[in-house]
């Protein structure tokens, strides 16, 4: 069982920056894809970001350029650094790590943009 933690959400400014952590129970990077997604008040959870075993990242439209996926292997560490927020980005933050059709979840983080 794999078990996701995630941390550094909060209150900011617009314009302003955040980093997201999610710290993995176990190590897991180098077999699952990590990701990032994020559900506002009353919408569906949607795709931010992931990283592949490889390094590989891929990032949703909305976000590309202004957020960056990253992870730390040693610590078991996934990352989103988050610039230029604008309110629309204010959402639940989840962390996911992904093998096949097995996907966890972790509690989320939430992230509040004010304009």
């Known amino acids: 069982q794999v078990q996701l933690v995630e941390s550094g959400g909060g209150l900011v400014q617009a314009g302003g920056s955040l980093r997201l952590s999610c710290a993995a129970s176990?190590?897991?990077?180098?077999?699952?894809?990590m990701g990032w997604y994020r559900q506002a008040p009353g919408k569906q959870r949607e795709f931010v970001a992931n990283?592949?075993?490889?390094?590989?990242?891929v990032y949703a439209d909305s976000v590309k350029g202004r957020f960056t996926i990253s992870r730390d292997n040693v610590k078991n560490t996934l990352y989103l650094q988050m610039n230029s927020l604008s309110p629309e980005d204010t959402a639940d933050y989840y962390c996911?790590?992904?093998?096949?059709?097995?996907?966890?979840w972790g509690q989320g983080t939430q992230v509040t943009v004010s304009s």
């Open positions: 996911s790590a992904r093998l096949f059709a097995r996907v966890y």
């Open positions: 990283i592949n075993s490889g390094g590989n990242t």
């Open positions: 176990t190590s897991i990077f180098s077999t699952h894809i």
